[in-house]
């Protein structure tokens, strides 16, 4: 509760500092909202209204994404009565559920699902621990978080500016080795990439794992993103001098294929945690978190790989939950 109503940490925050999953501080959060209290002791608090069977459906047709106002209207029709939205929102905060900004994904064609098919079904026994991912990202100045836990009446607010300055980054990292990050403020541009991957991909710029087999040692491949820019002839004759046959193709439009669209998630949380006010904290605190990324972070997104493989052919190459 200190975490929350003191740092105003979000429960998948917590969850992290505390090493506990995330449901379960999502729970504590929301019996303490309901109680006042954070012990579920029988008799505590109010007595329930909805029964088992009824929370169960209410959780079933949140999935589907129906609102609070229209699951406590349901549940007057059916029962005859009326139940407070806020009684609707604490059974879903129970179950992990947040009221959050619905994502905004680029539809497929059905060229790119196809594209995407072939390449899940052709990688699926693939062997991702030689794989270096890379992957550019933007990160913006004062950017901090959106949701958490807040009491009616002392709402926390928090200033931004209506054009923040903006660092992108790029990087690449795999289950034994990453890259050093590469800093830059101008547009991506096809020779501004090259200069990235002939400072950055040099085998002795690589970092390596201490427990990275030597048949890996200068001897890992390369994995880019469809960017058109990445695809010229001369970015791929750059990437040919640097790691010859080592390369690794990707399919347009999948992110959710992409091991370092997870890193840099982690590293947006560490960068919104904090109270950065210049570019240059900004790139302190991202080198500072890059280089103590624990190599489990990584790891654990690379074991997901054949997992993805898999969801995305049983999509037929659609969008995977990734």
């Known amino acids: 509760?200190?975490?929350?109503?003191?740092?105003?940490?979000?429960?998948?925050?917590?969850?992290?500092r505390m090493g506990i999953d995330h449901r379960t501080a999502a729970r504590i959060l929301a019996t303490y909202d309901e109680t006042g209290d954070v012990e579920e002791k029988s008799g505590r608090g109010r007595k329930r209204k909805i029964g088992k069977k009824d929370e169960y459906n209410?959780?079933?047709?949140?999935?589907?994404?129906?609102?609070?106002?229209?699951?406590?209207?349901?549940?007057?029709?059916?029962?005859?009565?009326?139940?407070?939205?806020?009684?609707?929102?604490?059974?879903?905060?129970r179950h992990g559920f947040f009221y959050l900004t619905v994502q905004k994904i680029e539809a497929l064609s059905e060229d790119a699902k196809a594209d995407r098919l072939a390449y899940a079904l052709k990688m699926s026994n693939y062997n991702w621990n030689k794989v270096i991912f890379s992957d550019e990202k933007t990160f913006q100045l004062g950017s901090g978080q959106s949701h958490s836990w807040q009491q009616k009446g002392k709402r926390i607010s928090r200033t931004y500016t209506r054009h923040p300055?903006?660092?992108?980054?790029?990087?690449?990292?795999?289950?034994?080795?990453?890259?050093?990050?590469?800093?830059?403020?101008?547009?991506?541009?096809?020779?501004?990439?090259?200069?990235?991957?002939?400072?950055?991909?040099?085998?002795?710029?690589?970092?390596?794992?201490?427990?990275?087999?030597?048949?890996?040692?200068?001897?890992?491949?390369?994995?880019?993103?469809?960017d058109p820019k990445h695809r010229t002839d001369k970015s791929l004759s750059v990437i040919e001098d640097l790691v010859g046959e080592n390369f690794v193709s990707h399919?347009?439009?999948?992110?959710?294929?992409?091991?370092?669209?997870?890193?840099?998630?982690?590293?947006?949380?560490?960068?919104?945690?904090?109270?950065?006010?210049?570019?240059?904290?900004?790139?302190?605190?991202?080198?500072?978190?890059?280089?103590?990324?624990?190599?489990?972070?990584?790891?654990?997104?690379?074991?997901?790989?054949?997992?993805?493989?898999?969801?995305?052919?049983?999509?037929?190459?659609?969008?995977?939950?990734?």
Not at 59 to 79: D, I, Q
Not at 311 to 321: M, P, S
């Open 165 to 226: 300055k903006k660092l992108h980054v790029w990087a690449g990292a795999g289950y034994y080795f990453k890259t050093k990050l590469y800093f830059f403020t101008e547009n991506l541009k096809s020779p501004l990439y090259q200069r990235i991957l002939q400072l950055r991909l040099k085998e002795k710029r690589i970092i390596y794992a201490a427990d990275c087999p030597m048949k890996y040692k200068g001897n890992w491949w390369f994995l880019q993103d469809n």
């Open 1 to 16: 509760m200190h975490l929350s109503n003191e740092s105003h940490l979000t429960a998948r925050a917590i969850a992290r």
């Open 251 to 322: 399919p347009s439009y999948s992110p959710d294929l992409n091991v370092q669209e997870d890193l840099w998630s982690y590293l947006n949380a560490k960068v919104q945690a904090a109270k950065i006010t210049s570019i240059a904290q900004l790139k302190r605190k991202l080198s500072k978190e890059w280089e103590a990324l624990p190599w489990n972070v990584i790891r654990t997104s690379v074991r997901s790989m054949p997992a993805r493989m898999q969801e995305c052919v049983k999509v037929q190459g659609a969008r995977t939950h990734y």
């Open 58 to 93: 209410m959780v079933k047709r949140a999935k589907k994404g129906k609102p609070a106002t229209e699951l406590a209207r349901a549940y007057g029709v059916k029962h005859g009565g009326s139940v407070h939205v806020d009684t609707i929102r604490r059974i879903l905060h």
